[in-house]
């Protein structure tokens, strides 16, 4: 069991001390994924990786309703919050407007490691809606993967599910998402340079 999934243990267990602990454990890892995030947002903007680190911790609940299984499991959901967060700030400051602007994007795994202004977090957030309505494990996966940068076996951990099964979504998310991201539907065509 990691420290983190004991502390989460604890502090369902009505031990509030471990809220302390818990945030020790985990800033310094969140506040890497948030810098990654923000790492080709405008100069001058407004939040800040800190920011989005506490701001995404409020809104797991700061203790109050933080019922998470395990470590995988916490950090999903704390890449969802910080995914509504960024999408939150990037619609605020209008960085994209609607059906214009838009740049094909290519869809390829460094892309999952890499920064995302504004506009194309926008793209990848409309992407996502939309394979949640069609796939929600799909989305789910992509989220994971996309916005924390999970590896499939802790996909599979939070899930509950099998890697193998986690693979295969994550293979199937991948087009999906590239379909959707581009500016005319290409189904015939496979994202280059993937392999699930």
């Known amino acids: 069991m990691s420290d983190v999934t004991r502390l989460l243990s604890n502090l369902a ?9 818990l945030y020790e454990q985990v800033y310094a890892e969140l ?5 990654q995030k923000m790492a080709s947002e405008r100069p001058g903007h ?19 309703q933080l019922k998470f299984d395990n470590r995988a499991h916490f950090f999903a959901a704390a890449a969802e919050a910080m995914r509504r967060i960024l999408v939150e700030s990037a619609r605020r400051h209008g960085r994209l407007k609607r059906g ?7 869809w390829c795994e460094d892309l999952v490691a ?3 202004d504004s506009e194309k977090l926008l793209l990848v ?10 796939d ?5 996966v992509a989220k994971m993967r996309y916005f924390v940068g999970l590896k499939h076996q802790e996909i599979a951990d939070a899930l509950g599910v099998s890697e193998s099964t986690i693979r295969n979504h994550w293979a199937v998310a991948k087009v999906r998402l590239f379909e ?11 994202p280059s340079g993937e392999t699930p």
């Open 13 to 21: 267990a009505g031990d509030a001390d471990s809220l302390n602990r």
């Open 31 to 35: 506040r890497a994924i948030a810098l």
């Open 46 to 64: 407004t939040l800040q990786p800190t920011a989005l680190v506490h701001e995404a911790f409020l809104r797991l609940g700061g203790g109050d």
């Open 100 to 106: 214009g602007d838009q740049e094909r994007v290519e």
């Open 114 to 116: 890499a920064p995302v």
């Open 125 to 134: 957030d409309e992407a996502l809606d939309i394979l949640a309505r069609e």
């Open 136 to 140: 929600p494990m799909q989305a789910e």
């Open 180 to 190: 959707l991201m581009s500016p005319q539907s290409a189904p015939s065509r496979a």
